[in-house]
């Protein structure tokens, strides 16, 4: 069995939540997800521009090298 699961910059457009805070959420949440559903294959992070992007990937980095 094939699983994913997609996580938008939710609030991080009109709403304006700041997007390192919301990036470091994101990562943080999908990865204790990922510990309680073992099926999971594929994370997506929806980043509709770079501005939105760069601090997903950031965060994804400073979690894999284990810093907060």
Do not use: N, W
């Not at 699961?5 to 470091?24: D, H, K, M, N, T």
């Not at 594929?42 to 994804?60: K, M, Q, T």
């Amino acid at each position: 069995m094939y699983a994913s699961v997609a996580f938008p910059a939710i609030s991080c457009g009109v709403y304006r939540y700041p997007l390192e805070q919301a990036a470091a959420i994101a990562v943080r949440e999908t990865i204790a997800y990922t510990k309680t559903i073992q099926s999971i294959e594929e994370i997506i992070f929806a980043c509709l521009s770079r501005e939105v992007h760069d601090p997903h990937a950031g965060a994804l980095v400073s979690t894999a090298a284990g810093t907060p």
